[in-house]
């Protein structure tokens, strides 16, 4: 079997700003409301010299999320950038964050730019007031669309996230939204369909009645109509939910599915690594600030490691979300010291039947099914424009596809 130098796939350092100024009713992941606690970016560099061993260097991303990484100020964030340069950053690294409206004016964007970032992702969600009072944020379509001024005009590459499918949305606001954000020099947009995620304030307010309850048929109407809308504006589908002008494409997001490593600070940040056996290897920091800030080189940690035929199936099934790139199995079969079973390959012909995968046949490297199987040669697959819309179907059946010796 062919090595594949797991240390020379592309890597990337995550880190979780875990700070709000208020708790949007749809929100579940990990944060704490208020302003940035003193010595948060002390304790960062803490923990980032004690494990920065764990990751190759250089690397080629750095992309803080959260929360509100914007709600740390821009000396701060300036400090940030200059530890992780320390261990080793590519020259041409994107180094990239999230940041919500409010936060930004023509200073702070500035001095992003001046503190070494090219890339931001706003939190935008829609330029539609009635969408974001429905929403509970806390800017307007005024402050939004200054917002992306400001950050296009000091020179970052701007995308923008979406919330598409809320109830009672106008039909044509899909359309209104990508034509105000393209005409403000965005090149990349992520669109997601509202998720009513347990224990989030969105379910107690739909059960008092004071939200209406998601309408899965118009959420499906919302994405297929993003789908079939965003080219026009230049915008092309690489990931089921992303679409970028071409070469504009967030290469941290497209570490995760493509099985690069990358490691992950602050509380409540996931590493992730292939070993050179093959074994894909997870940790996970706590996500209690005050836990993590008490001690943040030896937070606890929950660390999960898979064997390679799982470490295989979760790589096919994650990395098809990569439409553009899609998987070639053989390869990844490489990556993780194992070989491609059967029913791998029963669960993507089965995809291919029902329109939702493409594969690009290689028949130079032979039949892709192993001995006595038959089938189709290795190649190059990919999710279908149809088969985004049933990707989360497509992954489970691929993680189920366990052959009978293991």
């Not at 279908?384 to 010796?405: E, M, P, S, Y």
């Given at each position: ?32 409301v208020g302003h940035p606690t ?258 943040p080189v030896r937070a606890a ?87 985004a819309r049933f990707a989360d ?14």
């Amino acid at each position: 079997m062919n090595e594949v130098p797991t240390g020379r796939r592309a890597r990337g350092v995550y880190l979780h700003v875990p700070f709000c100024r208020r708790r949007c009713s749809y929100c579940d992941f990990y944060f704490e409301v208020g302003h940035p606690t003193a010595g948060f970016v002390a304790s960062v560099a803490l923990e980032a010299q004690a494990r920065h061993g764990e990751l190759v260097w250089p690397a080629q991303t750095l992309s803080l999320g959260g929360g509100t990484p914007s709600q740390l100020g821009v000396e701060e964030l300036a400090r940030i950038v200059t530890r992780v340069r320390h261990f080793g950053l590519d020259d041409d690294a994107e180094v990239a964050l999230e940041v919500n409206p409010e936060d930004v004016d023509e200073a702070f964007a500035h001095g992003l730019r001046a503190a070494g970032f090219t890339r931001a992702s706003v939190g935008l969600q829609s330029l539609d007031d009635d969408v974001l009072l429905w929403l509970g944020r806390a800017h307007d379509r005024a402050r939004g669309m200054a917002a992306l001024r400001a950050l296009v005009d000091a020179g970052l590459d701007v995308g923008v996230d979406l919330i598409v499918g809320v109830p009672d949305e106008r039909p044509t606001r899909v359309d209104d939204d990508l034509a105000r954000v393209v005409d403000a020099g965005v090149g990349h947009v992520s669109a997601y369909v509202l998720t009513i995620e347990p224990g989030t304030p969105l379910v107690q307010l739909i059960a008092r009645g004071r939200r209406r309850r998601v309408d899965d048929d118009a959420q499906a109407t919302a994405y297929e109509r993003f789908q079939d809308r965003a080219p026009a504006h230049g915008l092309l589908q690489y990931e089921v939910s992303s679409w970028a002008r071409p070469g504009r494409e967030s290469r941290h997001n497209r570490l995760y599915w493509q099985r690069g490593a990358y490691l992950g600070l602050g509380p409540g940040a996931h590493s992730f690594y292939v070993d050179d056996d093959g074994r894909a290897r997870r940790r996970h920091t706590t996500a209690r600030l005050e836990a993590w800030r008490a001690d943040p080189v030896r937070a606890a940690a929950e660390h999960e490691a898979l064997d390679p035929a799982h470490s295989l199936r979760e790589a096919v099934a994650f990395g098809l979300r990569d439409l553009q790139a899609g998987v070639d199995p053989a390869a990844l079969a490489r990556l993780h010291r194992t070989t491609v079973g059967p029913a791998v390959w029963r669960a993507l012909e089965a995809a291919r039947s029902r329109g939702d995968v493409s594969v690009d046949v290689d028949a130079a490297s032979g039949p892709g099914f192993g001995p006595g199987f038959g089938g189709p040669a290795a190649g190059r697959w990919r999710l279908t424009a149809r088969g985004a819309r049933f990707a989360d179907g497509v992954a489970r059946d691929v993680l189920g596809a366990v052959d009978d010796a293991g």
